[in-house]
């Protein structure tokens, strides 16, 4: 499968269900897309057949504001379909709402309060080694989200148990709902906070190239005797000059003429990479 | 059996259970001596998970482990789980549907001479407001017994709240008889029956937790008065016994409920909605005030603001006259 032009197909249903239910946190869903296809697709032992598994692997998207991508993704994986998704999004009574909820086929765990994921993650990681199970556990934080204190008590606690099995990654986008992130509370020496917490950081010099957060994965698994973080580095909004590294699309949804421009950029990216 | 404490008793249940389910595990956040879980620990270090002083990243790690299959108890004062790791508690166990247990120790007013910021007269209303959370107090050991065992068969979420100390037990009479007590989740106990073949209630005291021996007491008190009175101990707060409350409370001339909490949004104030929905009459409630509490043991600070036998006796005569 080409999962490069496959981030940019399922950034354009994630446009659309924007579109479709009127709301959405599309800055984020762009710059995520790519790390959720490279876990879907490749890395993560997930599916509609064996999601009752206990030897699935495990997610959690804590960064759970970026529904619309995970959902896009999700209904291309099968576990619903993307014309009930997109008929229902954000609409009275709907299961699919604004945030992820187990409710749902495919999804593990309710999020939308920030730091949530990562020690969750703990409690299913130190699951897997008590019962010698090979699972491995994964979530996705946003880089403002790394403000809330509860993501460093997870992190403190994913080292002290050795929870190799365990690979966080931050969706490094540079980008939050007031602005930089290095102006609102800064963290650039993210690497070497998550170092001092005893965790194996591998920093991703694209986050949104498939093939480079394929090999992070891949090294982040060989790694034995602690948890590891991706520091991906992306871009906001990515896929379309309209919206990258743009803070006031953290939550927005396009005009028909932005929506014109942003469908043939990526529509433009898709077909250039199939 | 004489005196344990309920936190006591919750351990020891779990630890009987626990040499055929591995499944069990005790979750502490620097708490297992005063949660008296250091046995369980000690005896299933496999089954046992130590989170450090972090009660945010207990509730959540007890979410992840129980969503794996683990049964999941979080053992953490009070004060703390119902307030610090209050969202937590509400995203990763409520919303989330995750079979976490959070047992709340030292509850109440229970660290006494600690101050505000060691007591939980907060956490019935807290915890009772969030959806899919049970709230339970057990009154003595005995009930907490039969109530850990219940809940060990369910994988739903529930707080259930503690105190510190080993009290006087409610339902000695059972156990010195050696039988079992009439218990049944979520059906409120009667320990005192105010209407008998010779006399009818004149009054039902409905109390929780460490209220619910006090109130027995009084009922004890008031018959040596010709004053009748019905004792509903309503150890599950959540979800709420109202047939009970509406099959003694509706031939009463007066409800008086009595609970270790603040005076708002508790066992009290639910009583209030199923009595003045259901059988509408004077109902008063005794609780603590809305204000810090003041300094002593929980026995001293219990009497100062008369929440012991004569205390309740007092009121539910003031509320018949």
Redesign the interface.
Known sequence: MNLKALSYKLRQDTVDLIRAGKAGHIGGDMSVMDILVELYFSQMNIGPANMDS?DRD?FVMSKGHSVEAYYSVLAEKGFFSKEQLHAEFSKFGSRFIGHPN?KLPGI??????LG?GL??????????K??NRNYRVYTVMGDGELAE??VW??A??AS?YKLDNLCAVVDRNRLQISGGTEEVMAHDDLHERFKSFGWNVIDVADGNEIDQLHAAFEEAENVKGKPSVLIANTVKGKGSSVMENKANWHHKVPTDEEYTQIMKDLRTREEALS | MGKIANKQMICEVLMEAAKEDKSIVALCSDSRGSGSFTPFGDTYPEQFVETGIAEQNLVSISAGLAKCGKKAYAVSPACFLSTRSYEQCKVDVAYSNTNVKLIGISGGISYGALGMSHHSAQDIAAMSAVPNMRVYLPSDHIQTKKLTEELLKDEKPAYIRVGRNAVDPVYDSYEAEGKEIPFTLDKAMIPVEGTTEEHTADAVVIACGEMVKPAKDAAELLEKEGIYVTVIDMYCVKPFDKETVIKECGPVKAVVTVEEHAPFGGMGSMAAQVVGEFCPKKIVNMALPDAPVITGTSKEVFDYYGLNAEGIAKKVKESIL
């Open positions: 206990p495990l187990n593990e765990m309710n999020s939308g309060s949530h020690p969750v993650c703990v409690g299913m990681a130190k699951a897997g008590m019962d204190g509860s008590e997870g403190m606690a002290h």
